[in-house]
């Protein structure tokens, strides 16, 4: 077995990054799961990662070779109110490894012990939330949404004290950049220019390699962050995700999916979802996604602005300003041209936004779940009704459907593709299965209550191949029953 082969980059940008800290060794440790497709991708299949003895590396009781494991520092707006040092609580960086694609990516495990920034916290993670975020993240990844991943998980044999006692598990993730928009606040609280620019070189260098040479490398590093974060969340409202918890330390700088805390996906569809228990103010709710990115992007422009233009800071202002101007005229687009992808509109037509919202309005009128009807969207036919049953089922009121539908027909007559191609095109992004929170709920339940984790594995297979309907497993694409409902979600820590 060759070691991992480790390159670390982050370890090199000195001590005011990070604080050098080694895992807490855990009592009896067990693997859940282990990714083998991720390890085959990131080439580690040779290595110690695929071995038998993992588990105690997944468990932090063993360092692999070559690691130099640390806690990154970052500070953090969180839901709004500024914390200047929060940082890996309960996180630790293994390492970074290039893949055969020759990606960088960061290895880090998830509830591995106290840090120098555990502040309260116990640096531990429950079950239940790893369980959650190797199921999300993996679905997301299939789903075709930018997300750190999950390479494996264990328990940990200990019990962690949340609400009650729980059981502890680790994950191991990856991500293409573990740094946020709050490893930049940090920098900048401090007024520490300096590590700013040593921070966005480094990030240039691994995330955006086609601005090493530009003319304003430092701009176009904001102009590209801002491009990455309007396509992602254009994604999570295409297919009802909520965050839950975008605070400006949830939010990577290389735009993938990062923390998944209190996310879920909906199933009756409502503009101003709210899962997390704690947003109080509804302040990360479905339909403020968009904004709140803005917000969360305009923080990291003023972390940045002072490297724009040294000698004018006006001028760097008004060019950050025309930047995160972009956001907004991107995010629209990327969500037009999706939302008409979705209803199979593959021309673009003046009204083709006022029939998107309209369908929307009538589905949150009558609580039509978001991921079947688009799904059987994707299946009627242009000119014969016949089939619109299924669909008008998910209509309290079906007559407010038949009257979208008819708008909806009118204005497929002026596509040109053949009904198949639509359909086909239709069905490769609109998921049959999500990750349904009542499913997640079940898993995770089987897995705590009775250390079963078959329905996590089941859900997890299904979750492989969300846009293919797999035979025997309807259950999947079901709304829950009303004594399913899961109303709320939680942070997990
Ligand atoms: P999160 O809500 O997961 O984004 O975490 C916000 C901050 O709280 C981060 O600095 C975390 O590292 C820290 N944190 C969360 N849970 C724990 C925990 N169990 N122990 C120590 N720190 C934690
Ligand atoms: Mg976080």
């Not at 059981?167 to 293409?176: K, N, Q, W």
């Not at 009257?403 to 095109?425: D, M, Y």
Request: aromatic content about 10%.
């Amino acid at each position: 077995m060759q070691p991992i082969p480790f390159k670390n980059s982050y370890i090199k940008l000195g001590g005011d990054f990070y604080v050098r800290t080694e895992p807490t060794p855990v009592h009896n440790p067990e693997l859940i799961k282990f990714n083998q497709d991720l390890a085959q991708q990131l080439g580690l299949i040779e290595t110690v990662i695929s071995s038998p003895k993992s588990t105690e590396i997944f468990a932090g009781n063993q360092i692999p070779e070559g690691a130099e494991p640390l806690a990154m520092a970052y500070a953090g707006h969180q839901f709004g109110g500024f914390s200047p040092q929060l940082g890996d609580g309960r996180a630790i960086l293994l390492g970074e490894i290039i893949s055969p694609d020759g990606i960088r990516y960061d290895l880090q495990l998830k509830g591995s012990g106290r840090t120098f920034y555990s502040r309260g916290g116990d640096g531990r993670a429950a079950l239940g939330p790893i369980l959650r975020e190797y199921l999300v993240s993996e679905a997301m990844t299939k789903l075709g949404v930018p997300t750190t991943r999950a390479l494996a998980a264990v328990t940990t044999g200990e019990d962690v004290a949340r609400m009650q006692l729980v059981p502890g598990a680790i994950l191991t993730r990856i991500a293409s950049s573990f740094i946020r928009v709050g490893t930049f606040q940090y920098f900048s609280a401090k007024g520490d220019l300096a590590s700013i620019k040593i921070l966005a070189d480094s990030v240039i260098t691994r995330n955006y390699p086609q601005l090493i040479n530009t003319d304003h490398p430092y701009t176009q590093l904001l102009q590209a962050v801002v491009k990455r974060q309007a396509s992602l969340i254009a994604q999570w409202m295409q297919l009802g995700f909520i965050h839950g918890v975008m605070n400006t330390d949830n939010m990577s700088i290389a735009g993938e999916t990062i923390d998944y805390g209190p996310c879920a996906f909906m199933d009756a569809y409502n503009h101003d979802q709210v899962f997390s228990s704690i947003d109080y103010q509804k302040r990360y709710a479905y339909s403020n996604q968009a904004s709140i990115g803005l917000w969360n992007l305009t923080r990291l422009a003023e972390c940045l602005v002072p490297l724009f233009n040294e000698n004018d800071m006006d001028k760097g202002v008004e060019v950050a300003e025309s930047i995160l101007h972009t956001y907004i005229t991107d995010y629209e687009k990327n969500w037009l041209s999706g939302m008409q992808a979705k209803i199979g509109l593959i021309e673009s037509h003046q009204g083709d936004k006022e029939l998107i919202d309209d369908l929307l309005d009538v589905m949150a009128i009558n609580k039509a779940d978001f991921t079947l009807t688009f799904h059987y969207l994707s299946q009627l036919k242009h000119k014969d009704t016949t089939q619109d049953e299924k669909i008008r089922a998910l209509f309290s009121d079906p007559n407010l459907f038949d009257h979208w539908a008819i708008k909806w027909r009118k204005r497929l007559s002026t596509e040109t593709v053949s009904e198949q191609t639509r359909q086909s095109k239709m069905q490769a992004i609109n998921p049959v299965y999500i990750p349904r929170n009542h499913q997640i709920e079940k898993a995770i339940r089987a897995a705590e209550d009775h250390d079963d984790f078959s329905l996590f594995h089941q859900l997890h297979q299904v979750l492989q191949n969300p846009y293919q309907i797999q035979q025997g497993k309807e259950a999947y694409t079901l709304p829950p029953e009303s004594n399913e409902i899961v109303r709320q979600t939680f942070c997990g820590t």
